[in-house]
């Protein structure tokens, strides 16, 4: 599942706040061993977009119900378990356009 979900849900976000510019090169700190990492404020920054993008609504493709995006991934591990104990015939892969 995590392979599943990582482009739609990691992947994208990270790319749209970095090209929508909300984090900047300055947010970005090198240090001695080369390790980059963010300043206080752009990891509050991040995480505070990350919060607004779990709340945004979707329409699960499965489901065809509107589900929150933070919520998908506990709907796709449901989705599995129902698979696991028989209830549905196939595991429905979240697939997103």
């Known amino acids: 599942m995590m392979e599943e979900l990582r482009s739609v849900f990691a992947d994208r976000f990270v790319l749209t ?11 970005f700190v090198v240090k001695e061993d080369g390790a980059v990492i963010l300043t206080q404020n752009a990891r509050k920054l991040f995480l505070s977009e990350w919060q607004k993008k779990k709340q945004e609504d979707i329409t699960h493709p499965y489901l065809k119900e509107k589900i929150c995006w ?3 991934p506990y709907t796709q591990a449901a ?13 429905p892969p979240f697939l997103w356009k």
């Open 70 to 72: 933070g919520l998908v």
């Open 79 to 91: 989705l599995l378990s129902r698979y696991l104990r028989g209830d549905i015939d196939e595991y």
């Open 17 to 27: 706040v970095i090209n929508k510019k909300i984090l900047k090169e300055k947010d």
